[in-house]
C-alpha cells in the first residue's frame, strides 16, 4: 500500500526558512512524478512545485525563486526547501505522485509563518 509521510513544518516568523520531507513507503518514489501540494485554510488545495516530464520542474508563480523541490531516490523521499517565507505560505502541505491514479495523500504537515 502506497504511503507519503511529510514531515518538517512548524511556526515560523516571515523571512524564515524551513524544510519539509516526504517519506514514501510501498512504492519508488522514482517511478512516479513527484510534488508538493498545500491547502491554506478556506482555499483550494494547490500545486506548490512537481517533477514534470523531461526532468523539468513546475513551479507556482507565488512561490518561484522562494523555494526548491528536490529528491533523493535513495532514501525514497522528497524535500521542498522554502526561503524567504510569506504569511501567504501559510497551509498544510502534502506530497504526492502527481502522474498515479488514484492519488495518495499523506496528513500532510502544517506550515504557519507568522510574527
Known amino acids: 500500500q502506497v504511503h507519503f509521510m511529510e514531515s518538517g513544518g512548524g511556526l515560523v516568523q516571515p523571512g524564515g526558512s524551513l524544510r519539509l520531507s516526504c517519506v514514501a513507503s510501498?512504492?519508488?518514489?522514482?517511478?512516479?512524478?513527484m510534488g508538493w501540494y498545500r491547502q491554506a485554510p478556506g482555499k483550494q488545495r494547490e500545486l506548490v512545485a512537481s517533477f514534470i516530464r523531461d526532468n523539468g520542474i513546475k513551479y507556482a508563480d507565488s512561490v518561484k525563486g522562494r523555494f526548491t523541490i528536490s529528491a533523493d531516490n535513495a532514501k525514497n523521499t522528497l524535500y521542498l526547501q522554502m526561503e524567504r517565507l510569506k504569511p501567504e505560505d501559510t497551509a498544510i502541505y502534502y506530497c504526492?505522485?502527481?502522474?498515479?491514479?488514484?492519488?495518495?495523500w499523506g496528513q500532510g504537515t502544517q506550515v504557519t509563518v507568522s510574527s
Open positions: 510501498g512504492t519508488e518514489m522514482s517511478r512516479y512524478l
Open positions: 504526492t505522485a502527481t502522474n498515479q491514479l488514484p492519488r495518495h
